[in-house]
């Protein structure tokens, strides 16, 4: 069974950091793209990040430079480094496994950024 849980959120204060992370479990973790997504309130889900097999990543403009992610082969986990966070980056951020037979979703992650 795939699972994918996240963890790490909470409420910052505007210019700090947050780290999260999505531990998977049930698949080949070497050889899958994952992604991280947001949905604020009211807002649709918007990807915020992907990183490859192969460890490419890939950011949208409104966080490039800011958000970092990566991938621990050897616990079958990808991070979400989040920096000078502003309090438009609040939002529930979802580890998400891209599948042909359709996507797993992790449960969210509530981060909260105070100004």
């Known amino acids: 069974q795939v699972k994918l849980v996240e963890s790490g959120g909470g409420l910052v204060q505007a210019g700090e950091s947050l780290t999260l992370s999505c531990k998977t479990s049930?698949?080949?973790?070497?050889?899958?793209?994952m992604r991280w997504y947001r949905q604020a309130t009211g807002k649709q889900r918007e990807l915020v990040a992907q990183?490859?097999?192969?460890?490419?990543?890939f950011y949208p403009d409104s966080v490039k430079g800011r958000f970092t992610i990566t991938r621990d082969y050897s616990r079958n986990t990808v991070r979400l480094q989040m920096n000078s966070l502003q309090p438009e980056d609040t939002a529930v951020y979802y580890c998400?496994?891209?599948?042909?037979?359709?996507?797993?979703w992790g449960q969210g992650t509530q981060v909260t950024v105070a100004s």
């Open positions: 049930g698949i080949n973790f070497r050889i899958v793209t």
């Open positions: 990183i490859t097999s192969a460890g490419t990543p």
């Open positions: 998400n496994l891209p599948r042909d037979t359709g996507d797993t």
